[in-house]
């Protein structure tokens, strides 16, 4: 039967949602008190379902059936997988159960990522099940996802039997050994008498404390052994006690930094989303006025539309959110883990910061930037007892001159203005904007936005608001091409009522635009938009601006037509070419009933900016806008080897920019134009009507909101 979804409802309808964006709201006066928060986070675990109370307990049954059986009592409805002969006692026992819908994926891999998307969403474990063989091998890439990105998932593999394991038996894979170094734990089942104690192990360790995917293996013949069904409620881990409370010595010495800070910052990453600690977050954010950067991981986790998020850091942030960090005497690492893409080169990272690490994983304290005050323990109940301290100590923020510092970084460094760009003049279509405007239609208390890997992925990063956690949805640690499409079908499934979009581009989307089928068939109703370059535009952005333009392999042919593929699929779908084209394209991809893909072409000359190179430091910012200077700076380091290496090498003379006065006034290499020849900001003749004293009050007005996607032109980077 297809359509069920959307007809008959997902197991997390977009109520649940809208109960996120009240407790995205909620400040610590409104919400939980910190003992709560503490018992809340320590009773996590525990099943979501019947448990032991389940109406199958104490009956006699096949080990498949007692899987299956398992996972209704874990209160599992639906699962995503892709059968085969080991696991074929499984699938005979799924169809069965009157709870739980089973999702078919066209790839082993799909699966894994739908299952993937559907935990992000909800915040419960996707469960996805597999054979043995190639079918357990092609999960890797999936599971290594949802570990780099601390995603709970239960994988239940099929396996040959006992007896025949490590004989090279048909399908034979050891997937337990192969997924090791990617999961947070795993089991071979041995013995039916292990069964149900193994799944609710399972379902507890991948929930608690820093969530991960956990991985079941299943021997066919335990499969099809009979047993009795005894299902637990509690578990008995000794070597497994996460630390929830966070210890109340350290809470006390981090408030005491933040009363003394005059510069503080929040680095904010996914742990505010696992554990749902919004709504504490901003409350410390408006009782100190504390602004906060937010990771990849992060996005949704502080508002967008909270005038002290300065949004995204690292290697493609604002510039004035890596100045931030860059100046901060204090820094509060909320649930992030400081990862090369956000901190640049690490001996200069945060030079004169002291800083706070809050993590619930004690590894990931100290591992790359040593703590003054670490506290490990769940953040929403350290963020609670936080509040409680600066509460009791009537503290007040110290910090006014740098709010209005960072205001006038965020005026001056805008991501985008449309006098200081380059194409700006021609009539392509400018990504950044169509992101933007996708933002505009889009409510974003009933949306959820995912994303391929790539420069798209940093565009929507920029450009797209998101207000809610969990309505943003993107592969950070490992960056896998091919995640964000089956993702936004599992976050469809769990929220039949939102409106689901993947943001993708040409080459991530072929990835596995085969579970294009998987979402027709189900009456999944994902829509799909690619900024299609033709290219492997990251990587070809990286040979333009670091090889020399030496595209290795980064072209990519016409092919397929996408119009004509959805049309294949049974979707809808259309492409545009025009700037003038892209509001009306949204909003008929937006109002379709079904599955959707739009096409929007753009020149694969189009790069992401702002721009850390690899290795350089956080404020070595390159592609940055400056109003006050009226240029965009472009330099960029010269491939070792190349002739512009060579040439300074050797010291010989290098073509006069036409922007030279610009190069030696403010530093580097900056552009307008890169022919125009007339004056520049400040000289006579200049047709720049900003004057330097003037852009701080000018920009900082027109910055409120950002302009709208313009039919005239298309706009300009």
């Given at each position: 039967e297809t359509g069920n979804f959307r007809r008959q409802g997902g197991d997390?309808?977009?109520s649940d949602i809208n109960d996120t964006k009240a407790a995205a709201g909620a400040t610590a006066a409104e919400g939980k008190s910190a003992p709560q928060a503490r018992r809340n986070a320590a009773t996590q675990g525990a099943p979501r379902g019947a448990g032991s109370r389940t109406a199958k307990q104490g009956r006699a049954m096949l080990g498949a059936e007692a899987v299956i059986a398992s996972l209704e009592a874990e209160g599992v409805t639906t699962v995503f997988g892709y059968p085969g002969g080991q696991a074929i006692k499984l699938y005979d026992a799924l169809y069965d159960s009157d709870q739980i819908t089973h999702v078919l994926a066209r790839h082993e891999q799909g699966a894994v990522h739908m299952a993937d998307g559907y935990a992000r969403a909800t915040g419960r474990a996707g469960v996805a099940i597999v054979t043995s063989g190639p079918g357990a091998t092609n999960t890797v890439t999936g599971i290594a996802t949802a570990y780099m990105d601390s995603v709970p998932l239960v994988v239940i593999t099929g396996q040959v039997g006992r007896g025949v394991i490590g004989t090279d038996s048909?399908?034979?894979?050891?997937?337990?050994?192969?997924t090791m170094p990617v999961v947070k734990h795993s089991y071979l089942l041995q013995s039916t008498d292990e069964l149900t104690r193994t799944v609710r192990e399972a379902f507890h360790i991948a929930v608690t404390g820093r969530p991960g995917p956990v991985l079941i293996d299943i021997p066919s013949d335990v499969a099809g052994e009979t047993m009795v069904f005894q299902y637990p409620d509690a578990v008995n881990l000794p070597s497994y006690k996460p630390t929830y409370r966070g210890n109340a010595k350290q809470i006390r010495a981090a408030c005491r930094l933040l009363e003394e800070a005059v510069q503080p910052l929040l680095y904010v990453g996914g742990g505010v989303i696992a554990s749902e600690a919004t709504g504490e977050l901003v409350a410390l954010m408006d009782k100190m006025q504390i602004p906060a950067v937010v990771t990849l991981m992060g996005k949704g986790g502080v508002p967008a539309s909270h005038p002290l998020n300065l949004g995204p850091v690292g290697m493609h942030g604002a510039k004035y959110s890596n100045m931030a960090m860059t100046e901060a005497d204090l820094i509060i690492a909320a649930g992030a883990r400081f990862s090369d893409r956000v901190t640049g080169r690490v001996t200069e990272f945060a030079p004169n910061a002291k800083i706070?690490?809050?993590d619930i994983d004690p590894a990931e304290i100290g591992k790359i930037r040593d703590a003054d005050v670490p506290i490990v323990g769940d953040l929403k109940g350290v963020l609670a007892g936080m509040l409680e301290v600066l509460e009791k100590d009537g503290a007040v923020p110290r910090d006014e001159q740098w709010i209005a510092d960072i205001g006038a970084w965020r005026a001056r460094y805008p991501f985008y203005h449309p006098n200081m760009a380059e194409n700006e003049q021609t009539d392509e279509i400018v990504p950044e904007l169509v992101i933007a405007e996708l933002g505009r239609q889009l409510d974003p208390a009933a949306s959820i936005v995912t994303t391929e890997v790539g420069q798209h992925q940093m565009w929507a990063h920029q450009f797209l608001p998101r207000e809610f956690p969990r309505t943003f949805l993107s592969s950070g640690g490992l960056g896998t091409m091919g995640f964000g499409f089956p993702a936004a079908i599992g976050a469809a499934v769990a929220n039949p009522d939102a409106t689901v979009v993947c943001i993708a581009g040409d080459g991530s989307f072929q990835m596995n635009s085969q579970e294009m089928a998987t979402a027709a068939i189900n009456g999944v109703p994902v829509k799909v938009m690619i900024l299609d370059n033709r290219c492997l535009g990251m990587v070809h952005q990286w040979q333009k601006l670091f090889y020399d333009k030496r595209y290795s392999q980064t072209l990519l042919e016409p092919v397929p037509d996408f119009v004509k593929l959805a049309e294949a699929y049974g979707w809808e779908g259309e492409r545009v070419e025009a700037p003038g084209e892209v509001v009306a394209a949204i909003g008929r991809m937006l109002a379709a009933e079904g599955p959707y893909l739009l096409d929007v072409a753009i020149s694969p000359e189009q790069n992401v900016y702002p721009m850390v190179a690899p290795g350089a430091a956080l404020d070595n910012v390159m592609g940055a806008i400056d109003v006050a200077v009226g240029a965009v700076r472009t330099?960029?380091?010269?491939?070792?080897?190349?002739?512009?290496?060579?040439?300074?090498?050797?010291?010989?003379?290098?073509?006069?920019?036409?922007?030279?006065k610009l190069d030696a006034q403010f530093g580097g290499r900056w552009e307008i134009d890169p022919e125009d020849t007339g004056a520049r900001l400040g000289q006579d003749g200049s047709t720049v009507d900003v004057r330097p004293e003037d852009w701080k009050t000018l920009f900082r007005e027109a910055d409120a909101e950002m302009p709208a996607f313009s039919e005239e032109k298309g706009g300009a980077r």
């Open positions: 997390h309808p977009v048909f399908q034979e894979s050891d997937i337990v050994g192969i706070v690490h809050i330099d960029v380091p010269a491939a070792p080897g190349s002739p512009r290496a060579q040439a300074a090498a050797s010291a010989a003379p290098v073509a006069a920019s036409p922007c030279a």
